[in-house]
């Protein structure tokens, strides 16, 4: 029923219902610290509206361990796959397993916010390290001290995109977010900046996080007639929200989109027709990033895969490569108390660019690019025009 596969990946899809007592002795039985062998637990979501996060993130580490080999410091890495659909309660159950049965030296992915909150009590009562590969509120690596991210914050684009779009001429918008915790940092830093700016929001609606209709909610933007849409879906939903925006002749209307760079996802974004042209977004990473490093990310990845890596590709890849970085720099010890002093501060050139972990908050501090989807050779892509370096989370800074 499940598949498990090879190549330095054991994959279990299925999640088991232990029981909650397990929780409680977690920290009595804190990952056995085999010699050979160092085990990364990778919850996920695979299946549901969030697939297409799960499975940029696999093909990533994936891509990331036939370039780089599978044994770092003298052991060898295996993955441990586990869906959980983007479900809490799964992710939850997923960890028990892996940390209690599997004895894992790490727990990773985390496809949406509330998985990584599922997990970060258990992250702590375990003592091991948590790499959020995805999910992006502010508050998460505040949650345990043991979680560190490699994907970004909502606050990091959207103050940016806030900012951009009142001195380019857009002084009415109406906004679109999930209504979920990110969607609301989003949403919040975005008016924190645009109204601070002079900016005005004239309509705001906040939309289902499971399989919305934007239909409706759109028809209210194109009454409200604003300068512009500021959206944030999360990744997989932007294909969707585009077709609708087009089917509802918001584009026609002269109405833009703009946002932190999720709706324009380089997974999704070929196939969202010439209705996206012109839509300006804040975001971390485009498959267009002119580095001779992404050049050769993206060309490996298609080679692999057959299609173009997102943000959440170049997510999972930091993310496995802070895991090798930190069992290089203990040596091999899987202490977990000792990975995490030795992810803070590790700063690297990733194929989105320069990055690092600050070393005070655990999260990831990155360039942020502004962006216009463009025609490059008869596709679409997100091309950069603007840099913002070495961007912390707002969240954070701002408190």
């Keep these: 029923m499940f598949e498990r596969r090879t190549f330095s990946y054991k994959v279990s899809c299925k999640v088991s219902w232990i029981a909650v007592a397990a929780v409680a002795g977690l920290a009595a039985v804190v990952p056995a610290k085999a010699e050979d062998s160092v085990k990364v637990g990778l919850i996920l979501p695979m299946t549901g509206g969030q697939a297409s996060t799960g499975k940029q993130i696999e093909n990533a580490i994936k891509l990331y361990m036939q370039q780089k080999g599978d044994t770092v410091a003298g052991k060898k890495v295996e993955i441990i796959l586990k869906d959980d659909g983007a479900v809490p309660d799964k992710t939850k159950t997923a960890a028990q397993e892996l940390i209690v049965n599997d004895k894992v030296n790490f727990i990773a992915g985390f496809g949406v916010t509330p998985a990584a909150l599922a997990a970060a009590p258990l992250a702590t009562q375990a003592k091991i390290p948590e790499v959020v590969m995805a999910a992006g509120t502010s508050i998460i690596t505040e949650r345990s001290p043991y979680i560190v991210r490699t994907s970004f914050t909502l606050a990091q684009s ?163 490569h802070l895991i090798y970085e930190a069992l290089k720099k203990t040596g091999g010890d899987t202490n977990g108390d000792k990975l995490i002093e030795a992810m803070k501060g590790q700063k690297w050139e990733s194929p989105r660019g320069p990055i690092s972990i600050d070393p005070e908050t655990r999260d990831i501090v990155q360039n942020i690019y502004i962006r216009k989807v463009e025609k490059v050779d008869g596709e679409l892509y997100n091309v950069e025009f603007a840099t913002f370096e070495a961007v912390k989370d707002l969240g954070k800074t701002k408190k």
């Design 158 to 320: 959207s103050t940016i995109i806030g900012d951009w779009a009142v001195k380019n001429g857009i002084k009415k918008v109406a906004t679109l977010t999930s209504d979920y915790a990110p969607g609301n940092d989003a949403l919040n830093f975005f008016k924190q900046n645009f109204t601070a700016g002079g900016g005005e929001v004239v309509e705001e609606v906040k939309t289902p996080l499971a399989n919305p209709d934007f239909a409706p909610f759109l028809q209210r933007m194109k009454d409200a007639k604003p300068d512009a849409i500021f959206v944030f879906v999360p990744a997989g939903q932007g294909g969707n929200f585009m077709k609708q925006y087009a089917e509802r002749g918001l584009d026609k209307a002269g109405i833009k989109v703009i946002g932190p760079g999720d709706v324009t996802d380089d997974d999704l974004l070929n196939n969202m027709g010439d209705a996206v042209l012109g839509t300006v977004t804040a975001h971390l990473y485009s498959a267009a990033h002119p580095s001779q490093m992404n050049k050769d990310f993206v060309a490996a990845y298609k080679k692999a895969f057959g299609n173009r890596p997102g943000f959440m590709a170049v997510s999972g890849y930091d993310g496995i």
